[in-house]
């Protein structure tokens, strides 16, 4: 019998499950392997019977809690989709910010959202803050071919792979110019590879959408920055894009 | 030597792109290339470094060495490269490393993959015209070479000067007009070679003559944590390095879940993860480790082993390390600083060229099939496989011995083999732990796997004939050890007194509980057995304590007796240093050490130890050998 796998979006822009849609030919395979059961974007049936849950978008409100832990009771194996659902996302960036202000600065003082559920937002939260995570899809978007094989390991009872070295490895191996070269701040040397280094390939610095390996050289990586006089603060920036999770997570530490 | 116009050249060129790959350096930006020569015009013989070596050509970054097919049982086919290929524009240097690529890839366990590349490939070597800032290949010696190449040119502007290295080499020429270099322009060339070797020396205050002791007596130096504490562990050092060979092995399926394939990718050393074995256990996990590792394998141990000092001065390393912690040049200045007298070896970076003596028939990768002839579980985690391979023929090894063991799809994986070596089945001992072994333990009687080997140096049966002897196991340390003692208890006239200790954590993970009852029934052995703890619900009969407790508790005259000893890496220091205070003379100790055995050829460079590789040199040691290796029992 068929695995059965149903897609879910949160709080995202649905990019990450438009990149599966658009394996194109590959989806034939894909659904000669597996049934997908619930997939917005590309059929209008649902069920709540399957085997892999793919969730795709960050977790915004009560509600999406409830959802997604009823997601989970239902699973056997979630998949969290992209770098929204791994990380928080960019949208990750408001927990910088009181909820309310931050209501209060997009929506004003409106009086029509208050008890409103859509509008009752907390901290953005990755998936794993909230449910049990059993293998981790990264990146902004994801790169199907990295999803295709996870999702292979795990009809297969493999580990799901995941690269825990940093993105310089790929780069390297494309033969890039180190783009610190060019006077720009990557986030190769902290940032997980598995990418293929898609953004230095083509000449952009790597913002670091699929998180950080598990024993980043910070330390290292802060005396490089200094010697290509990047600041602090340009750091910090660049690093809450897609890691704020990161930041909070260092900040709690230290308190 | 031989002068030819450029204009003649170029057609000589766009003659070659007609008729095969041609690969040559091409700007990429501000820097340069190796790539795909679309048309002579793209050829920059001027250009000062390439951002990767030429090693790609023939370890290629990503490189398909089996394809599987799926459908069926057991079905892995090699994959074959036939392409013929030149490349134009190598520097002396690249051609250096090219050469000692030759005799890693080629002087023991012959690499198939690597060397079907290499004979297709012909070199056309190119003179320095421009010395990028890093370089230092005239501290090394190697801006200039005499073989290596089936073409050496020189770019003189309108001429190009050409000196034939190979037969081949001279057929590529044939059909274009040449003529004899004037001694002037004998002269011209010369000036090229040594005004290039002029600029590329950076201040190098040792030899790499003296490398190999520097690095003996600077082993602890505190210059290893301090630049260490700069290392981002991105592998770029080792990425674009011309004499950095380390590769990982993995395998992929396809969407269809029919067909797969193994793959082999570059590695890095000084990636934390590069010495990690499956129970999770980092060999090397600490930066300033990996960091000296990679300058002592350069200087020291590749030296040693092949008698190659493995660094040509390109400069790579340094000019791409963002950090600045990777110039050889800075390092060894650094080092010398702390040491006053060094000794010379007589060691260089040149090496014979072996390339066009060599043959290669037999492929090291492809595993044979084989058929599991019985499973038996011995614990929640642990099973035990009886194999047998297809063609009918035993696997030929000596205990103390491991295979590699392979499922399409799923990888390959060192394990020992446990039993001794009589009839056409062996067996292993396998922990489920990772995907291959994972895998292995849903399969039944019947099913098919793949097996390489037997690698490495097992027991020295003949040494320890007629001796006393004490087991030690630990853990699942009673797998590879049960192959000697079977044997022992089979041919037990030929040996002395035995005694066997073994320890686990727990009695549920007890192995070989039936055969454990025999040897203690035996009156001609004496055997021990402990556990860390007994949990209340379990029955013990044994010991309880670690496996040291059990050696006061056993008779043996300790300085006449051979202990050998495996177990889990943390047990080896304890169990020695109490072996030694009962008055064990070193050399009677023997060990089978645990690492990331990943190719079991010495070529991966996952399992080194210092300067041997567990894979080919061990996993069997006499303790006296490796003792004084920093990082054998850490």
Known sequence: MKTKVAFFDFGGCEGCQLQIANLEEDVLELIDIVKIVSFREIMKEHSDDYDIAVIEGSIMRPMDEERLKKIRKNAKILIALGACACLGGVQRMINQWPVEESKETVYGNSEKIKDNPYFDNFHTKAVDEVVKVDAYVPGCPIDRNEFVRILIAIIQGKKPPLPDYPLCVECKKKENICLFEEGKLCLGPITRAGCNAICPSYGSECEGCRGFISHPEERAYKEVLEKYSISVEELLHKKSIFNYRYIEKKRDKNE | ?634
Request: net charge negative; glycine share 8%; aromatic share 8%.
């Open chain 2, 1 to 634: 030597m031989k002068i030819m116009l450029k204009e003649e050249f170029l057609s000589f060129v766009d003659g070659l792109i007609e008729s095969m790959d041609v690969e040559g350096v091409k700007a990429k930006g501000k820097k340069f290339v190796f790539d795909r020569l679309g048309s002579s015009e793209e050829l920059r013989l001027d250009y000062d470094t390439t951002i990767l070596p030429p090693k790609k050509y023939f370890l290629p970054q990503y490189e398909t060495i089996m394809k599987f097919d799926l459908s069926k049982q057991f079905s892995v086919k090699k994959e074959e490269d036939h392409e013929k290929r030149v490349i134009i524009g190598v520097h002396p240097y690249d051609i250096v490393a090219i050469k000692q690529m030759d005799k890693y890839f080629l002087d023991t366990h012959p690499d198939d993959l690597y060397f079907q590349k290499r004979k297709n490939t012909l070199i056309i070597g190119s003179n320095i015209l421009n010395v990028s800032e890093k370089a230092f290949f005239g501290d090394m010696e190697t801006g200039y070479v005499d073989s290596g190449y089936d073409l050496m040119i020189t770019d003189l502007g309108d001429r190009v000067a050409i000196e034939i290295g190979t037969e081949a080499g001279r057929d590529l020429l044939r059909g274009y007009s040449l003529r004899e270099a004037s001694t002037g322009e004998i002269e011209e060339v010369k000036r090229i070679i040594n005004d290039a070797s002029e600029k590329a020396k950076r201040g190098l205050r040792v030899k790499p003559q003296k490398w190999h002791d520097l690095l003996e007596k600077s082993y602890n130096s505190e210059i290893w944590k301090k630049q260490a504490e700069k290392c981002l562990s991105c592998g770029t050092c080792t990425l674009v390095c011309p004499t950095c060979f380390c590769y990982d092995v993995t395998d992929e399926i396809d969407l269809t879940l029919k067909e797969g394939k193994r793959i082999r990718t570059w590695d890095g050393c000084l990636l934390r993860n590069f010495t990690e074995v499956a129970s999770g256990e980092i060999f090397r996990e600490k930066t300033e480790d990996r960091y000296r590792h990679r300058f002592n394998r350069k200087g020291r141990y590749l030296p040693t082993l092949l008698g190659f000092v493995a660094c040509v001065g390109c400069g790579r390393c340094s000019s791409q390390c963002i950090p600045d912690i990777a110039d050889p040049v800075n390092l060894m200045n650094m080092l010398a600083e702390e040491v006053s007298h060094l000794e010379e070896k007589s060691v260089s970076p040149h090496t014979e060229t072996i390339i066009q003596s060599t043959e290669v028939e037999k492929p090291l990768y492809v595993p044979m099939p084989a058929t599991i002839k019985n499973v038996k579980k011995l614990t929640k985690t642990e099973k035990l496989f009886e194999i047998e391979l297809d063609n009918g023929r035993s696997l030929g090894h000596m205990p103390g011995q491991f295979v590699e063991i392979s499922i399409p799809g799923y990888g390959e994986a060192p394990i020992s083999v446990s039993s001794s070596p009589d009839g056409k089945r062996f067996q292993l001992i396998v922990r489920k732990m990772g995907d291959l072994t994972s895998k292995l333990h849903t399969m039944k009687e019947g099913d098919k796997v793949g097996i390489r080997g037997p690698f490495g140096n097992g027991f020295d049966l003949e040494a320890l004939r007629g001796k006393n002897l004490i087991f030690i196991a630990g853990g699942l340390g009673l797998a590879p050890m049960r192959s000697l003692i079977s044997y022992v208890l089979k041919n037990r006239m030929d040996f002395g007194e035995v005694t066997i200790l073994y320890g686990c954590k727990e009695p549920c993970e007890v192995l070989l509980k039936e055969e454990i009852e025999e040897w203690e029934k035996r009156e001609d052995i004496q055997f021990l057995k402990s556990v860390d703890r007994c949990p209340e619900n379990e029955k013990w009969s044994g010991e309880i304590g670690v496996i040291t407790s059990l050696i006061p508790k056993v008779k043996f005259d300790p300085k006449n007796t051979t202990a050998i000893i495996v177990g889990p890496p943390v047990m080896y220091k304890f169990v020695i240093d109490d072996l030694k205070n009962l008055g064990m003379p070193e050399e009677n100790i023997i060990v089978s050490l645990e690492r990331r055995m990943k190719c079991g050829v010495g070529k991966c460079g996952h399992c080194q130890i210092n300067g041997i590789y567990v894979c080919k040199d061990g996993p069997v040691f006499n303790y006296k050998d490796i003792k004084d290796l920093p990082e054998a029992f850490t």
